[in-house]
């Protein structure tokens, strides 16, 4: 009889410890998944309901790989040169990515950004690609560009009903899609 209650005791004991490790568990995970504090800015709000309006697109939320033909623009590839020689941005108003892969020089943050402006920098990959969305109607213009001598330039064609949005340049990881060295830009237009 001693056997069966040392052996019982022995089982509740370890159920009780797995339960509370179990919910140590889940506590753990719902805090991670918990967003951070909501920002205070509603200007990146869209107030848009078509389809490819985003809810908020100043989150830094992840950028599907297009792979559709939708209604949004794209940017002339210039591999890298820029015909604007008189564009001389100070390098302190450039945006790097934080692993200092990606290096934006033009547009600069919260300038005004038209079609027909350049999106230009430097980058120690193949490629870029980014998104422009505004804060009417959301996604407005995607594309990638290339990296040449490590350079990249493209001349940007968009419509607007927007007075502001933001530019997100990137780079996915062909191993698993996820994006890397995200650069997010706020613009006015």
């Known amino acids: 009889m001693k056997v069966y209650q040392k052996h019982r005791s022995k089982f509740i004991i370890s159920t009780v410890a797995l339960v509370v490790i179990a919910l140590l568990v889940i506590s753990y995970l719902s805090f991670v998944n918990k967003p951070l504090s909501k920002t205070s800015d509603q200007s990146a709000k869209t107030t848009s309901t078509s389809k490819t309006a985003q809810s908020d697109y100043s989150s830094g939320g992840t950028h599907s790989q297009s792979t559709s033909n939708n209604s949004t623009s794209t940017a002339i590839d210039k591999g890298g040169q820029t015909t604007d020689t008189t564009v001389n941005t100070p390098s302190d108003q450039w945006s790097t990515s934080k692993s200092g892969v990606i290096t934006v020089k033009q547009p600069v943050l919260n300038s005004i950004l038209k079609s027909g402006d350049t999106l230009r920098g430097s980058s120690q990959t193949s490629s870029i690609n980014y998104t422009l969305a505004d804060n009417v109607s959301g996604l407005i213009s ?48």
Do not use: R
Not at 151 to 163: A, C, I, M, P
Not at 179 to 185: A, D, G, L, S
């Open 142 to 189: 995607e594309g990638t560009l290339s990296v040449v001598n490590g350079n990249f330039s493209g001349v940007l064609s968009f419509t607007s009903k927007g007075t502001s949005g933001q530019l997100s340049v990137f780079t996915f990881d062909p191993s698993n899609g996820a994006e890397t060295n995200v650069i997010n830009i706020p613009v006015n237009f």
